[in-house]
């Protein structure tokens, strides 16, 4: 609830997950300028997993300066993916 993963909160549940955020690898070595990948590993719910998810978000010309971080892109995605699984599971 106060780290970088707090956007992948899923109302009612308890979740618990990583962000990442990596500078992609140039060709011939070296580190791509403004080039990232974004992440976020999670499962829910958190005291009795049923679930686990992998989120990843690439994107060209758009570096973690400009918002592209794991708990900014890829949390939202899981939470929403998340929530509808949860709440699937929960109603059937």
Do not use: C, H, W
């Not at 993963?5 to 060709?27: D, H, I, L």
């Not at 009795?48 to 918002?67: D, F």
């Not at 899981?78 to 699984?85: M, N, P, R, T, V």
């Amino acid at each position: 609830s106060e780290g970088t993963g707090k956007n992948a909160y899923v109302e009612g549940y308890r979740v618990a997950g990583k962000t990442g955020t990596a500078q992609k690898v140039a060709p011939g070595g070296g580190y791509m300028a403004n080039e990232y990948v974004a992440s976020f590993i999670g499962f829910a719910p958190a005291d009795n997993p049923r679930l686990a998810i992998a989120v990843m978000v690439e994107e060209n010309n758009s570096g973690a300066q400009t918002g592209l971080r794991g708990g900014e892109t890829a949390a939202p995605i899981f939470k929403e993916i998340a929530a509808g699984i949860l709440n699937y599971r929960q109603n059937n």
